[in-house]
């Protein structure tokens, strides 16, 4: 079913033409110009600058997981001076610990999952922002390099208490100072 | 030129598709009663949205509303299922049966089969407004796993779904039986735009129908005791995604077709058109995961896949915009408008059917904006579940796809009915208080987001609000004030042109078909064949979701009962 | 783009045979307005993604 079988060449050209005015050809390079720049520069951020999203990590089974190991007792731990981690459940309506206190330029890995419903965890004004999904184990690593009360907050519904589903990071000065802003 | 063979030639067949068929009566009411549906489920979902932004404020009036509706949740879950599911698929099925018949100029060659997939979705809506109404399904219209409702909510949500199937199936044996007859001729753009999207909405729902058929609807009947709520995402987005571009397609489908006729021009590129469409059945799909940055259980690498092709689907709508404006500027140009940006005065603004598209067509470009933003992969970590996804979500399915639909509804009820429309100018001061009040409430949703608001709160009651949210919590209530308003005039002047008198043929509006500059039977076949595009959307979404969804479901751990009690 | 450059052979007839009314003073309309429009579009695109990403960059590394 050639096109070519029975018209002459500048016919089939013109069959083939989709008749694009050149004002929009440019516009439609423009368009791809633009979207591979953004493109790249998102792929730089997320692959090379390290503000990565969340990946794959573990799973649960979020019938037991609250009875033993790390999410038997949830909360921050030292791992050795300027790391810690934290083990934090997201549950209806609240999560435990309801803070995270840790000193100021230390790095922190926070590990989160949920026993019942799914729910959410963004740390206000940091790019902590995770879902919290039963049977995932939700983790990012990052480092507060200012001292303050970095609210966290459950953006998921998860029926009625969802509004009162929050917590505070606490970034003092060296830890022992709890509490002081 | 010479006419060769045995296609008829142009002036004999343009009239078939320019505008020359006059649907039946029962043609006419049969597009109507999805109107209707689509009207009321608007209507009564509307009332609910305000409420919530008053609640932002401070000003609760839930309580009052007590013996109807017993939590801001459930208004919420009200709102976004009529607004966002029904409103929406009534609507754009309606629509494509029209746009079915009046551009192939023929009626459908199934009415019985669409009949009876109308009344598939009447009986699923009924189905799934049950458990909404008595707070047994009060789990927004996301329905994430493991909250349970009612398995009536489950399985009336599908029929709604299978219902828009067999109405699609009707559609495209319209198209065949349309094609048999005429040969050679390029199909209507208005038949084939709907007819594409109703074919991606095919491929689109198989996630959800999937994910309520193997998982939810058993959970809820008992048969199984957990659910993998992972998996139940990717099944979700899968669909949810795509969502957004069924909606948005038959607006597309007036902004090429129609509205550059409503402003006296011709569409601008016949093959662009086309082309985008095509591009939309293919790279609609295949996104789902870019809904899914932040979720455990998703690699990276497929979240940064399907972050490039939600790129590529942008790329479609940066071709609709060149050719709608360009169209608009042809119109205005033929008028008399002139200038470099003085012809925009040209357009007819008058009317309130041409004003609600262009605001549309206004808020949208704000909307993909910030729709770009949200698929940028890293940069979703900024705005992922704050209150910028309803801010942004309401510049396009609430402005572009909804301001759009009430633009159309402006001539297509009183063509469907033999009216006129009552009180055009209450009409247009509905657009335009639609358009005030969506600039003012998604503005303040933006920046509240950007500021770590969650959605989906009544932040109202929320202990963790500081003071610089207070003034844009403000500006969220009036703007759902003044869209509250506007919606009300909306309902007034459906119903009011439904209570006049019918009017002599000629009086009645006609229906708006726009004819391309270059006739668009110089638009190369590829551009009006199934085939290829199906086979390539096929093998696009294999590549992009097949190997993590069977790794999904290879692993699928049924394993969250969800809490013991009702958690709303 | 998209698609192949080759016409599809799923319709039977060559469209070719269809006459068409040749394109009349449509063809000088240049969509200066348009273009004009959408730098405009393009500009608040770049600005407002930007903003957007200078908020992430300002947030600190998730690794």
Known sequence: MSSGEDGAPDQLVEHLSMGIDPYEKNWMRASIILLVIFFATVTVAGFSMGIQVVGADAEVDPRIVTDSGPWAEPGVRMIRPGEYEAYVIAQTWAFVPREIVIPVNSEITIHVTSPDLQHGFKVTDTNINMMVVPGQVSTVTYTFDEIGEFPYICHEYCGRGHVTMAGVVKVVSSVGEEGTP | MSVVDRPPSSSEYEPRFAGGYDLTRPEKRFVGQHLFVAIVALMIGSLMGPLQSFQFSGVDLYPYLDPIIKSYYQGLTLHGVLNALIWTTFFIVGFTAFTTMKGLGRSLSHPRLNQFGFWTMVVGLVMTAIPILTNSATVLYTFYPPLKASWAFYLGLTLVVVGSWIEGWGFFLTLRAWRKDNRGVRSPFIALGGIINAAMWQIATLGVAVEILTMLLPWSLGLIDNTDPELARTYFWFTGHPLVYFWLLPAYVSWYGMLPKQVGGKLFSDSLARLAFWMFLIVSVPVGFHHQFTDPGVPQTWKWIHALLTYSVFFPSMITAFTVIASLEYGARKNGGTGLIGWIRALPWLDPSVAAQLLAAILFMFGGIGGLTNASYSLNLVIHNTAWVPGHFHLTVASAVTLSFMGISYWLVPYLSGRQLWSPKTALVQAWTWFVGMIIFSNAMHVLGLLGAPRRTPLGDATYVPEEWNGHLLRVSIGGGILLVSVIMYGVVMVKTMRTERVAAELVPTVPIAEPIRSAQLTPVWLDTFKPWLIAAALLLLIAYGPQLVDQIWNMNLNAPGPDSTPW | ?63
């Not at chain 3, 394109?23 to 000088?28: C, G, L, S, V, Y």
């Not at chain 3, 429009?37 to 992430?56: D, M, P, Q, R, T």
């Open chain 3, 1 to 63: 783009m998209t698609g192949s450059q080759e016409p599809n052979g799923d319709q039977p007839v060559d469209s070719r045979a269809i006459q068409v009314e040749p394109e009349a003073e449509e063809e000088h309309f240049r969509p200066n307005g348009t273009i004009f429009i959408l730098i405009l579009f393009v500009a608040a695109l770049i600005l407002l993604w930007l903003s957007v990403y200078v908020i992430l960059l300002s947030r600190g590394v998730t690794v």
